[in-house]
């Protein structure tokens, strides 16, 4: 358990619907993040929130869209999604955003869009 | 634009063997180089890291090393066991300034330990 949560871990979805991740960290840390992992290919940084302020956004299309509530939760609206955004999708957390911060990964969600 | 490159994409040992996998990346001004573990239905996980003042660094059976001329970093295990099977990222990351100074990753590699 490395303290960072998501659900649902495994999510079945049409493209006409809207769906949400959801992730918490018990870390008392202040980043979030969203990344995509996709079969054979590197991890893609998709949003990073700091203390609830978005600070980056890595070129995601609009049908993803983040929600940073408090430092402790992060979601991931999906609505009209393509076939091509199946992937895992990660959660991570990190006490802050400086040099050498480690940063704490869920155990993702499995997302499959039919 | 800044990459990562990590060598070789499979890797099959024998128990008890070492294995080395390397990573080179592009941008000279990266300063932080961690390595994460993942291991099946899981997130990765933060193994060991080294940053740009070091040029190795040690814990118990894993070790990375880092030379920063040739811009690679590669990540030592020796007396592989079972349970060291998994798929293995490295990541490189410049000292922010002004930006977020993400973590860019390498493509992974998926290491097999036979018994």
């Known amino acids: 358990e490395t303290g960072v949560t998501q659900t649902p871990r495994h999510l079945v979805m049409g493209m006409t619907n809207k769906k949400s991740l959801k992730c918490e960290q018990h870390?008392?840390?202040?980043?979030m993040y969203w990344y995509k992992q996709s079969a054979k290919k590197p991890l893609e940084l998709m949003f990073v929130?700091?203390?609830?302020?978005?600070?980056e956004n890595n070129s995601v299309p609009s049908r993803f869209s983040p929600e940073c509530p408090n430092s402790s939760h992060l979601f991931l609206h999906l609505h009209t999604l393509q076939p091509e955004d199946s992937a895992l999708y990660l959660c991570?957390?990190?006490?802050?955003?400086?040099?050498?911060?480690?940063?704490?990964f869920g155990p993702g969600t499995r997302l499959t869009v039919t | 634009g800044e990459n990562v490159e990590q060598h070789p994409s499979t890797l099959s040992v024998q128990e008890g063997d070492s294995a080395v996998i390397k990573c080179t990346y592009s941008d000279s001004a990266s300063n932080y180089f961690p390595w994460y573990k993942q291991e099946l239905g899981k997130g990765p996980q933060l193994i060991i890291d080294?940053?740009?003042?070091?040029g190795e660094k040690k814990d118990q059976r894993i070790a990375v090393t880092l030379n920063k001329t040739a811009k690679h970093f590669s990540l030592h295990i020796t007396e592989t066991q079972p349970e060291d099977s998994a798929v293995y990222f490295c990541?490189?990351?410049?000292?922010?300034?002004?930006?977020?100074?993400?973590?860019?990753f390498g493509q992974g590699t998926t290491l097999q330990v036979k018994p």
């Open positions: 991570a957390s990190s006490p802050g955003q400086g040099e050498g911060y480690e940063q704490y």
């Open positions: 870390l008392g840390h202040n980043a």
């Open positions: 990541a490189a990351k410049r000292a922010p300034s002004g930006n977020t100074g993400k973590l860019i």
């Open positions: 929130y700091n203390f609830k302020e978005q600070t």
């Open positions: 080294i940053r740009s003042n070091v």
